[in-house]
């Protein structure tokens, strides 16, 4: 309402606030993720559960798992609140840099599945009987460098899919193979940490890869973003 | 025009005359025997593959900055044919390591990449196939091919550090000349296939788009 348009920072935050505001109080997306979450949680235990040793090697790829899968949710809905009423056109018709948009959207969706993590990491090591205690650090830095490469690849993607019929089956599939590496790296990283692979430079080599592809991608996305959309 | 059957000729004579210095000209290899053969035709198809990628790559990248459909076509045609050349890829690729290493699959990094790069432009195709065909989808394309084509440097660094105990293949070094003498001609030819297939997928693609303009244009004329 002053005369001087606002910054981007303050752009940014207003549209992270209006989102996490608006999941705070309606707890949709949280609650389905959490609850696909805990589902997620038992099939894995039922897949993998076996000897403590085996267990430990596993679990590594079930936390994993369980984040591609309740991130491919999450980063699916991004859009759908945006699209009622058509408050996306609203949002892309603002002065607003779109660049910030898009990365207050990046922001809730590694939020969101970085607070499901919080949720599947614990049951699941309760589940498989591992101690992850001692090493709850490093394992929960992995997990959020995975959930912000899933959240820079996931976001644009998704914004891009509410064009597209079978939006929700073309989703995952375009988006599973773009965060192959953070998923290798992830996997290989934590079972480093677990003490069940071990890495000839340890567990530094798979952070810096994870960094390297969330600072690529972020940075490309907001570049790009400009260019994606434009109605 | 006049061109085009000219080089259809020309192709299909260098690809009979590849198949023939591949399977008479090339010597048998010692150890892997005729299972060799395969790589005549395996490794040129990787490369008319990742080139087809990044003639996808490129005209998406134009398409965002121009908007205009003929370089969606464009890139449409470049990565179908690209994918063709990796659907070769990947399956004499099994058949030479069961010769060579025992095992359909390894999770070598080069295997590994190409598989994923594979993975990623088949969802650009589905997506362009089943997707719809509005312009929205077209650029949900052309960030898909713009965000893919670079990630498997990611792919390839990461398939490489997990897997890291195996050997690179050495494929250029180790050829005897003659080897070499059937691998160069099959490049040739299928390069000249991978330009027809392109020019015959574009045109396709620049049809259908003229072909929905008039089929709009008379759906106007007749007034609803």
């Given at each position: 309402m002053s005369g001087a348009a606002p910054g981007y920072v303050a752009i940014l935050s207003a549209v992270l606030v209006k989102d996490l505001r608006a999941e705070l109080r309606s707890k949709e997306t949280l609650a389905t993720m959490g609850l696909f979450g805990l589902v997620m949680t038992f099939i894995l235990a039922f897949g993998f559960t076996a000897d403590p040793a085996t267990n430990r090697r596993v679990i590594p790829g079930a936390l994993w798992i369980a984040l591609l899968f309740a991130g491919t949710l999450g980063v699916g809905r991004t859009f759908a609140r945006e699209a009622k009423d058509d408050a996306f056109s609203a949002l892309i018709l603002?002065?607003?840099?779109?660049s910030a948009v898009l990365l207050a959207k990046m922001i809730v969706n590694f939020c969101l599945s970085l607070s499901v993590m919080v949720l599947v990491t614990p049951l699941l090591a309760i589940m498989l009987r591992v101690d992850l205690l001692p090493s709850l650090g490093p394992i929960m830095l992995m997990l959020a460098l995975g959930a912000g490469g899933f959240a820079v690849v996931g976001t644009p993607l998704a914004v891009m899919a509410?064009?597209?019929?079978f939006a929700e089956v073309l989703l995952p599939m375009v988006v599973f193979p773009m965060v192959s590496p953070v998923l290798i790296g992830g996997v290989k990283g934590t079972s480093v940490i677990l003490g069940t692979t071990f890495g000839d430079d340890g567990v530094g080599g798979w952070i810096q890869l994870m960094l390297a592809f969330d600072v690529a991608f972020g940075v490309g996305g907001l570049f790009l973003f400009e260019r994606m959309v434009t109605e | 025009m006049k061109l085009f059957p000219v080089m259809a000729v020309v192709g299909a004579a260098a690809v009979a005359a590849a198949h023939y210095l591949t399977f008479i000209v090339a010597p048998m290899e010692r150890?892997?025997?005729?299972?060799?053969?395969i790589f005549y035709f395996h490794v040129p198809s990787a490369w008319l593959c990742y080139l087809g990628f990044i003639l996808g790559f490129v005209g998406s990248i134009v398409y965002l900055y121009n908007r205009k459909a003929k370089a969606d076509a464009f890139a449409l045609a470049a990565v179908e044919v690209g994918l063709c050349f990796g659907l070769i890829v990947l399956l004499t690729g099994p058949l030479w390591a069961r010769a060579a290493?025992?095992?359909?699959?390894?999770?070598e990094p080069r295997l590994t990449s190409m598989a994923l790069l594979f993975l990623i432009f088949a969802a650009y195709w589905v997506l362009r196939s089943f997707g719809g065909r509005g312009e929205g989808v077209r650029r949900f394309a052309a960030v898909l091919a713009v965000f893919g084509a670079p990630n498997i440097l990611f792919v390839h660094v990461a398939v490489k550090k997990w897997r890291g105990d195996h050997p690179d293949m050495v494929v250029?070094?180790?050829?005897t000349s003659d080897m070499r003498l059937a691998l160069y001609p099959s490049l040739l030819a299928l390069l000249i296939v991978f330009f027809l297939l392109l020019h015959l997928r574009y045109r396709a693609h620049r049809d259908a788009l003229t072909v929905q303009a008039i089929r709009r244009r008379l759906a106007r004329l007749r007034g609803i």
């Open positions: 603002s002065p607003a840099p779109r509410v064009n597209a019929r | 150890t892997m025997g005729a299972a060799q053969r290493w025992g095992v359909w699959w390894k999770w250029s070094n180790g050829l």
